[in-house]
């Protein structure tokens, strides 16, 4: 009898060992994702006077978003993901109730670039459960919700562009605020990079494959996503050196609006632009081969 006890607890003793490291198996996850993305800086904002980050969403500003990406777990509750992401932002001073951004009437839509790297922590161990969740079956626990939240680090690429007198046109290359006119105003990289910063929560459908819901906000190193960050440069040096077009989308009042003038505010360059993505993704387990790759089938 002592024998038979004896192996029956070292059967299980290896049967729960062996359980423990099964998620080793399933390092690797794809990611697919759609859901929102919102710009937060000078263009548009709350009807209110300007503020900072969310006090001054709009939700106006709302537009697509999609992103693909890859998981890798290096613990129970500690991941690394890279994702790239495709997004358009937008603001425009018409959709403020503001009397003072109203006036100035300035506009833009830009395409966004993402590719990002996430470091992610979680607040519990995700635990592998049944192949399906059939109810009454016991192990259903085992399943369910895992929040999270994460921080890292991502290059962007964006080119706002404006509308015109009803046609679009890329901003950048009209100097609007004299950038590249004047040797006091350098003109402005359109690669740049950003600090992400998020929560999220992920929900267990089976075994490998999961539905996630992730919130992040992007600390940007520049103020001109929207092309509008200090003051006004004198209108008749723009139409002179860019063209008339060039003059109209520096200043759509063609001055006259009283903050128009010649060196009066335009933007504020003490607050650097931010943006925010809301993704809805179907993330899928990969399992690994012996050598640790995944395997994509």
């Given at each position: 009898m002592k024998v038979k006890i004896f192996c029956l607890v070292v059967l299980l003793g290896v049967f729960s060992s062996t359980e423990a490291q099964r998620w080793k198996r399933y390092r690797w996850e794809t990611i697919y994702g759609i859901g929102m993305s919102n710009f937060l800086g000078e263009l548009g904002g709350a009807n209110q006077v300007g503020t900072d980050y969310m006090k001054d969403f709009d939700w106006k500003a709302i537009r697509p978003a999609l992103m693909v990406g890859m998981r890798f777990k290096q613990t129970q509750q500690i991941s690394h993901k890279v994702n790239l992401t495709l997004a358009y932002l937008a603001g425009n001073d018409q959709w403020t109730e503001d009397p003072i951004r109203f006036s100035r009437n300035l506009n833009f839509r830009s395409p966004l670039v993402e590719i990002g790297y996430n470091f992610e922590f979680y607040l519990k161990k995700e635990k592998r459960g049944h192949r399906f969740k059939l109810r009454g079956v016991r192990g259903l626990r085992s399943m369910g919700l895992y929040p999270y939240g994460f921080f890292g680090v991502s290059g962007f690429f964006f080119s706002p562009q404006g509308n015109v007198d009803g046609s679009w046109e890329w901003l950048k290359k009209h100097s609007t605020e004299g950038q590249g006119i004047s040797s006091t105003r350098p003109e402005y990289s359109r690669f740049q990079l950003a600090i992400p910063l998020g929560v999220g929560v992920k929900y267990a459908v089976d075994r490998r494959w999961l539905i996630s819901i992730e919130y992040g906000m992007r600390k940007t190193f520049?103020?001109?996503?929207?092309?509008?960050?200090?003051?006004?440069?004198?209108?008749?040096?723009?139409?002179?050196?860019?063209?008339?077009?060039?003059?109209?989308?520096?200043?759509?009042?063609?001055?006259?609006?009283?903050?128009?003038?010649?060196?009066?505010?335009?933007?504020?360059?003490?607050d650097n632009d931010s943006y925010l993505f809301l993704i809805i993704g179907a993330n899928y387990k990969l399992k690994t081969t012996r050598s640790g790759r995944p395997k994509f089938r």
């Open positions: 520049t103020d001109y996503i929207d092309d509008v960050s200090s003051t006004y440069f004198p209108n008749n040096i723009i139409e002179a050196e860019r063209g008339s077009i060039a003059a109209l989308a520096a200043d759509p009042t063609q001055g006259s609006w009283v903050g128009a003038k010649s060196y009066q505010q335009r933007g504020d360059p003490t």
